[in-house]
C-alpha cells in the first residue's frame, strides 16, 4: 500500500452509525487497516462501554485474521481485503500478523473507559493524591460512603446552622427528613459541581428590590384604580394589600403577574383574563412585579447558596471517608484526570505512560461524558496530529490516526453524563476532521426500517411538535418542540441491506379495567403482553424475543407473568434478590436475630422457616451467626427452605449465598448491613433462553427477531431534575449552577438562564426520543407494541405511544379495548424467511392494512416448578 492510500485510510475520522449498521465492523476494520501497517500494538488505544464489546472487538480481529490465514479459505482472505482496503493482502501476512498479536496481547490496549482511565490513574498517583493499594468501589459501597459522608456533614454543624441551611435549602420550608433532603441535593447537584468552584453557584443575578417608598405609592394607586369589573378591582385590591404588607412570596403563582411578564414581552396590553386593566397602571403594575421577581430569585439565590455550602462540606467529608477505606468510584478518577489532563502537556503525558498513544479508535461516542472527553481530548489530538508525525520523521507504518464512532439517534445515557452533543464537540475542536454516515441496516427487515423511517421522519405531526412561543425562551413546551422538530429534520432516511427479509410490525392496545387505577390497569397492560409474547413464541419457538421496558419494576412484573405462562425467561441487568419469597425469609429470620423485639419479622419466620424447623429462634440465629459467619448461616437457613422451593427460587437463594459469601470479605458491624445490600443489589438471573427481559437501556448493543413493547404510556419525559448548568463548552467546567425552578417561575429569570434551563427540558425530550429509536431498532423481524386504551379520542398525551399514533397518522379509535391501531408487513413473518407473503402487490411495494384487536388476558395462576432440593456449592 502507498503513502497516499495509507493518508486516505487513516485521517482523522468521525462516522455517525446507525442502528444495525456495522459500527463494530467498522471500527474492527480501521484497527486491522493499522495492525497491517506494523503499528506497535503499544501505540494503539480501542476503547468501548462495555467489557462485552470490547470483547467481541478483539475476538473478531483474531477470528478474522485466523480465517483469513488459512491456505484454504480464499473467500475469508477475500474478505478481510474487502474490509481493510487493501487488495494485495494474502494468506501468509494475515498468519503473521495473527502471530504478532498473539504474542503481544498484553501490549493491546482493547479495553472500557473505565478500564483505560484504571490504567492512567495509577500512572499519576501523587499527581491525583491517590491513596496506597486503592481500589474501585461498587455502586453499593458508594451509597454507603455517601450516606456515612453525610452523617459526617449533619454532625457538624451545630443546630441552628443546620436549620438555617435546611430552610434555605427548602426556599423556606424545612422538610422531615434532612438526611432525605441533604441525599437528594447530592444525588443531583454533586456530578454537575464537583469540577466547578463553589462561586459556580453565585452566578444567579438577584434584582434589586423596589424602594419602600414606591411601594408604598403603587400601592396607593392600586387602591384608586378604577376597574368596570369587579373580579378586576378585587384583583387590583389584592395587589394593593400584599405591596402594603410586603408579603410577595403569596403572588409568585399569580397568572395576573405572568401576565405582566408575557405583555412586556410582547409589546402588549396587560390583560386579567378578557379584560383589559384601567390605563395609567403600567409602572404600578412593573414596580409590583420586580418585587415579585426579587422575592423569587432572592429564594433561589438562598438556595443556590446553601446548596454550594452543602455539597463543598460534603465533598471535603467523603475524600475523606475514601482516603481512609482507600477506595475511589469510577467518576472520582474520571474527574480528577479530568481535571490534571486540562493542565499536562502529552510529552509528560507519554513519559509517564511508557509510550506515546499514536492511534485512537473510540466506539460508542455518543455516551462519552464531558469530564471523560477531557481525559480523551489530549490523547485525539496527538493522534489528529499527523502533520507532526511528519516532521518527527515518523513513517507512515507509524502515522497517527483518530477514529471514532457512534449515533446521536442512541444518546440514551444522559442520567449518567453522557451527552450527544459531544460529536459536535470533536468537530469543532479537531481540525480537518472527515465526517461519514452509515444508514444501511444489515440487521433489520424491510418492514421494520419502513416503519422506522415513517415513525421518526413524521413526528411532527403530533401536536407537541408545534406547542410553545418560539419567540419565549421561558417558554418549555417551545424548546421540546423545537428538539421533537429537529430530531425529525436531522433524521436520515434508514435501508435495509436484506431485502427479501421477511417482516411485520403491529401495534394493539391493552384492555382496560372497569373503574380501574393506573395500576390495575398497568397490571391489564402487562397480563395482554404476557399473552401476546407467549404466542408468538409457540408460533416461533426457535425466534429470540427481547421484551423491553423503561423501567426494572416492569421487568420483575413481565417475568412474573411470563413463568405464570410455562415461559422461559432470562432476567437481563437484575433484580434485587428480593423478588423471591425465600429470599424474603432468609432476610426475615436476620432482621429477627437482629431486632428480637420487633414481631414482624418473628410473625414471617413463625409462618414459614419455624415451621419447617421449630428450633430455630433468633438466639439460635444469632449464636450461629456469631459462630460461623453470616455466609455460612445464610446457606443453612436456604437449605431449611429449599425443599419447599420451586426451581425459581432455588436459583435466588443460591445467589443469596454467593452474595453472603462476597460480603463476609468486607463485612459491615451490623446484620441490617447485610440486608440492605441484598435488598439493593442488583444480581441477574443468568440462562439461555428464548425469551429475554430487560430494561431499554440494557438492550443497547443487543438485537433480537422479535420486540415486544409494553411500556410506552408513561409521561415521554422525566423530571428535568433539581439543578441546571450554564456550560459554554462541553470541554470546560459550568460557568454557574442553579437549582432548578418549575416551568411557570421561568419567566422571572433572565435570558441566559431562561435558555439554560429550556436547553435541558429539550435535552430531555431529545433524550426520550432516542429511548425509542433503541428500542424499536433492536428488531430484526418482527416489532410488536401495546399500549393502553387512550382517555382521549384525539390521543393528544405527551407519550410515546401518543408519539407513535400521530406520527404513523393511524385512524383507529385509541379509546378502545383490544383494538389493532396499526400492522405493517406480512403476520406470518416466522414461517417463511425468504419474503413477504404474495398478495399481489411487488416485493418493494408495503403491504399494508389496518385493523382494530385489542385480545384480552386474564391473569393466570403461577404455575409450580420443578423442585430442588439442595443449594450447597459444589
Given amino acids: 500500500m502507498n503513502a497516499s492510500t495509507q493518508t486516505n485510510a487513516l485521517r482523522p475520522t468521525l462516522v455517525r452509525a446507525s442502528a444495525g449498521t456495522g459500527k463494530t465492523y467498522q471500527l474492527t476494520a480501521r484497527l486491522l487497516r493499522i495492525l497491517l501497517q506494523d503499528s ?97 468501589t461498587d455502586e453499593i459501597q458508594e451509597m454507603w460512603i455517601q450516606e456515612q459522608a453525610i452523617s459526617n456533614v449533619v454532625s457538624m454543624l451545630n443546630p441552628s446552622e443546620m436549620t438555617t441551611i435546611l430552610t434555605m435549602l427548602g426556599k423556606g420550608e424545612i422538610k ?113 412585579y420586580a418585587a415579585v421577581r426579587t422575592e423569587v430569585l432572592s429564594l433561589l439565590s438562598a438556595q443556590n447558596e446553601a446548596t454550594g455550602k452543602v455539597l463543598a462540606a460534603y465533598d471535603f467529608h467523603v475524600n475523606q471517608l475514601k482516603q481512609a477505606t482507600r477506595v475511589l468510584g469510577f467518576e472520582d478518577v474520571a474527574v480528577r484526570l479530568a481535571n490534571l489532563f486540562a493542565k499536562v502537556d502529552h510529552a509528560s503525558l507519554t513519559n509517564r505512560m511508557d509510550g506515546a498513544i499514536d492511534h485512537v479508535l473510540l466506539d460508542e461516542f455518543q455516551d462519552t461524558s ?12 496527538h493522534a489528529c496530529d499527523t502533520a507532526a508525525a511528519e516532521r518527527d520523521g515518523s513513517s507512515w507504518q507509524t502515522a497517527r490516526s483518530f477514529f471514532c464512532v457512534g449515533d446521536t439517534k442512541q444518546a440514551i445515557y444522559g442520567w449518567r453524563g453522557g451527552v450527544a452533543e459531544i460529536f459536535d464537540a470533536v468537530t469543532d475542536e479537531i481540525a480537518g476532521i472527515t465526517e461519514s454516515e452509515q444508514n444501511v441496516s444489515f440487521r433489520s427487515s424491510p418492514d421494520i426500517i419502513e416503519f422506522v423511517n415513517t415513525l421518526f421522519s413524521n413526528l411532527v405531526r403530533h401536536p407537541m411538535a408545534t406547542e410553545g412561543d418560539v419567540k419565549n425562551p421561558a417558554d418549555k413546551s417551545a424548546h421540546e418542540a423545537e428538539s421533537i422538530r429537529k430530531f425529525a429534520k436531522q433524521f436520515p432516511p434508514h435501508a435495509a441491506n436484506s431485502k427479501s427479509l421477511a417482516g411485520y410490525v403491529q401495534i394493539e392496545t391493552s384492555h382496560t379495567v372497569k373503574d380501574g387505577d393506573k395500576a390495575a390497569n398497568d397490571d391489564a397492560c402487562f397480563n395482554d403482553a404476557a ?34 405462562l410455562d415461559i422461559e425467561v432470562s432476567q437481563e441487568g437484575g433484580n434485587p434478590l428480593t423478588d423471591s419469597a425465600a429470599v424474603e425469609t432468609v432476610l426475615s429470620a436476620l432482621m429477627m436475630a437482629e431486632h428480637p423485639g420487633d414481631g414482624r419479622w418473628r410473625f414471617h419466620v413463625e409462618q414459614t422457616l419455624m415451621v419447617v424447623d421449630p428450633s430455630l429462634n433468633e438466639n439460635t440465629i444469632r449464636m450461629r451467626v456469631e459462630r460461623d459467619g453470616i455466609a455460612q448461616t445464610v446457606e443453612y437457613l436456604a437449605g431449611k427452605l429449599a425443599a419447599n422451593c420451586n426451581a425459581r427460587d432455588t436459583l435466588r437463594l443460591k445467589q443469596l449465598t454467593r452474595l453472603a459469601i462476597a460480603y463476609e470479605n468486607n463485612p459491615g458491624p451490623r446484620l441490617r448491613d447485610f440486608v440492605r445490600l441484598v435488598r439493593e443489589k442488583r444480581v441477574e438471573r443468568p440462562q439461555r433462553a428464548p425469551v429475554r427481559v430487560m430494561t431499554v437501556h440494557q438492550s443497547k448493543g443487543l438485537e433480537f427477531d422479535v420486540v415486544v413493547l409494553p411500556q410506552l404510556d408513561g409521561p415521554l419525559t422525566r423530571s428535568s431534575g433539581n439543578c441546571v448548568a450554564d456550560m459554554k463548552s462541553l470541554s470546560e467546567p459550568p460557568s454557574g449552577i442553579t437549582r432548578y425552578i418549575g416551568q411557570t417561575h421561568w419567566h422571572f429569570l433572565d435570558r441566559r438562564w431562561q435558555l439554560a434551563f429550556g436547553g435541558q427540558g429539550a435535552s430531555s425530550m431529545t433524550e426520550a426520543l432516542c429511548l425509542l429509536y433503541v428500542a424499536i431498532t433492536r428488531a430484526k423481524q418482527a416489532l410488536y407494541i401495546i399500549v393502553q386504551p387512550s382517555k382521549k379520542k384525539d390521543f393528544q398525551v405527551k407519550t410515546a405511544a401518543s408519539l407513535i399514533y400521530h406520527a404513523l397518522g393511524c385512524d383507529a379509535d385509541p379509546t378502545a379495548d383490544n383494538e389493532t391501531l396499526y400492522c405493517s408487513g406480512n403476520p406470518d413473518w416466522y414461517k417463511n424467511d425468504k419474503g413477504p407473503a404474495k398478495r399481489g402487490v411487488a416485493e418493494s411495494e408495503p403491504v399494508k392494512h389496518v385493523e382494530i384487536r385489542f385480545a384480552h388476558t386474564s391473569s393466570s395462576s403461577r404455575q409450580s416448578a420443578n423442585r430442588q432440593p439442595s443449594l450447597r456449592q459444589h
Wanted: net charge positive; glycine share 4%; with cysteine.
Fill in 176 to 288: 422531615r427528613s434532612i438526611q432525605r433532603e441533604l441525599m437528594q441535593v447530592i444525588d443531583t447537584a454533586y456530578s454537575i459541581q464537583r469540577r466547578s468552584e463553589q462561586e459556580v453557584w453565585h452566578k444567579l443575578v438577584v434584582p434589586k428590590r423596589p424602594e419602600q417608598k414606591d411601594l408604598t405609592r403603587v400601592a396607593g394607586e392600586l387602591r384608586q384604580a378604577e376597574a368596570k369589573q369587579k373580579t378586576v378591582k378585587a384583583k387590583l385590591q389584592k395587589l394593593a394589600d400584599v405591596t402594603e404588607t410586603g408579603d410577595f412570596k403569596t403572588l409568585t403563582d399569580e397568572t395576573l403577574i405572568v401576565n405582566i411578564a408575557k405583555a412586556r414581552r410582547t409589546g402588549e396590553d396587560v390583560k386579567f383574563g378578557r379584560s383589559v386593566l384601567p390605563d395609567g397602571l403600567d409602572e404600578a403594575l412593573d414596580v409590583v
Fill in 40 to 136: 506497535p500494538p503499544e501505540t494503539i488505544l480501542a476503547t468501548t462501554f462495555t467489557r462485552k464489546a470490547a470483547g467481541e472487538i478483539l475476538d473478531r480481529v483474531l477470528l478474522v485474521l485466523s480465517k483469513a490465514g488459512d491456505d484454504n479459505d480464499d473467500d475469508a482472505l477475500q474478505q478481510l481485503r474487502d474490509q481493510v482496503g487493501v487488495p494485495t493482502l494474502n494468506h501468509q501476512t494475515c498468519r503473521q500478523l495473527l502471530h504478532k498479536i498473539l504474542r503481544n496481547i498484553h501490549r493491546l490496549r482493547i479495553c472500557t473507559l473505565d478500564s483505560l482511565f484504571t490504567q492512567l490513574a495509577r500512572s499519576f498517583p501523587f499527581e491525583l493524591n491517590l491513596p496506597p493499594a486503592w481500589q474501585l
Fill in 531 to 564: 399473552k401476546r409474547i407467549a404466542e408468538i413464541h409457540k408460533q416461533s419457538p426457535h425466534k429470540s424475543i427481547g421484551v423491553l421496558t423503561r423501567t426494572n419494576g416492569a421487568v420483575a412484573q413481565l417475568i412474573m407473568r411470563l413463568e405464570a
Fill in 370 to 381: 464531558p469530564a471523560q472527553w477531557q481525559v480523551l481530548r489530549p490523547l485525539a489530538m
